[in-house]
């Protein structure tokens, strides 16, 4: 079964530091997708990142950057010089191709202080 | 310009009432999804489908129920709403592959 896990619940960091966002997932199987979606206090979800388990490439996107590491089933999410607009809570998320069907993680909320 | 509508945006009502939320989406996509969270909170799955006449129940047990008579359209009943239904649902929609799914603006819902 598929399973996300992010531990940090909260997260709380003074504006222009760097802050990485953990995500840990399980999956039986060899083909799935991995996805980062944002929700700010308005309730809908931004879509961020999504990657294959082929592509093990780190990706950076302006002050964005993810790890994605196969061999320990982490998918982590990095802001650089955070800014308060940065404020939301976080979810990583993971689809497996067999079931297709998008599974969260608890979800991090992440609080940028002026 | 959102590709997954759903209405309404806010619904305040009380016990006991019947309500439906809408979800309709314009991309042709066949899976669709509706997702219950409580404010802030993590994301259950509580009913999919995965085409027209194709409905199943999420991880989540809800007392809701869901119908696909049209490809674009997968509204969420609720026969008797209670306040322990108060919460936010969002529909989805993705592609057969898994690839991409996308999200509509939800819909808060509070039962008084």
């Known amino acids: 079964a598929q399973k996300v896990t992010q531990a940090q619940t909260e997260i709380s960091v003074v504006e222009k530091e760097d802050v990485t966002l953990d995500c840990v997932y399980e999956?039986?199987?060899?083909?799935?997708?991995l996805f980062w979606y944002k929700q700010p206090p308005s309730g809908e979800l931004v879509f961020l990142i999504r990657?294959?388990?082929?592509?093990?490439q780190n990706e950076i996107s302006g002050r964005y950057s993810w790890n994605f590491q196969k061999s320990t089933s982490s998918f982590n999410f990095t802001i650089t010089a955070s800014q308060v607009v940065d404020s939301a809570v976080y979810f990583c998320?993971?689809?497996?191709?067999?079931?297709?069907?998008?599974?969260f993680g608890q979800g991090t909320r992440l609080t940028i202080n002026p | 310009e959102a590709d997954i509508y759903q209405t309404p945006r806010y619904l305040v009502i009380g016990t006991g009432k019947k309500i439906t939320l809408e979800c309709s989406q314009t991309?042709?996509?066949?899976?669709m999804y509706w997702y219950q969270q409580d404010p802030g909170m993590e994301l259950h799955l509580i009913h999919y489908?995965?085409?027209?006449?194709?409905?199943e129940k999420g991880d989540l047990s809800s007392e809701s129920t869901v119908s696909r008579i049209r490809t674009e359209h997968f509204p969420l009943t609720l026969e008797s709403a209670r306040p322990s239904h108060t919460s936010q649902y969002l529909c989805?929609?993705?592609?057969?592959?898994?690839?991409?799914?996308?999200f509509g603006s939800g819909t808060r819902l509070t039962v008084v």
């Open positions: 489908s995965y085409g027209v006449n194709s409905t």
């Open positions: 999956t039986r199987d060899t083909t799935y997708y």
């Open positions: 991309m042709g996509h066949d899976k």
């Open positions: 998320a993971l689809s497996e191709a067999n079931a297709q069907k998008l599974v």
């Open positions: 990657r294959n388990s082929f592509d093990e």
């Open positions: 989805a929609s993705s592609d057969w592959g898994g690839h991409g799914y996308t």
